[in-house]
């Protein structure tokens, strides 16, 4: 290698239904995300793009400090 950073993977980027369907959150909690401005992702007009690798470090990351509160 020459030094150089390797390229990142893009994240992946769903619609909330898509974010839904894998199961990870229902869409009812991933639209209270929303509209709270809680949900990582990005406003394209009407259409709204979950970083769907975003939101899994967060998940990710509640779980962690849940557990050590425990």
Same mark, same amino acid.
């Given at each position: 290698? +020459?030094?150089?950073? *390797?390229? !990142?993977? $893009? $994240?992946? =980027? =769903?619609?909330?239904?898509?974010? #839904? /369907? *894998?199961?990870?959150?229902?869409? %009812? *909690?991933?639209? /209270?995300?929303?509209? +709270?401005? &809680?949900? $990582? ?9 979950? +970083? %769907?690798? #975003?939101?899994? &470090?967060?998940?990710? /990351?509640?779980?962690?400090? /849940?557990?050590?509160? !425990?």
């Amino acid at each position: 290698m +020459n030094g150089t950073k *390797t390229a !990142e993977r $893009p $994240p992946r =980027m =769903m619609r909330i239904r898509e974010v #839904a /369907a *894998t199961g990870i959150l229902s869409e %009812y *909690t991933l639209r /209270a995300l929303y509209h +709270n401005g &809680e949900l $990582p992702g990005i406003q394209l007009k009407r259409l709204f793009l979950v +970083n %769907y690798d #975003a939101l899994c &470090e967060m998940l990710n /990351a509640s779980t962690s400090q /849940a557990k050590s509160k !425990e």
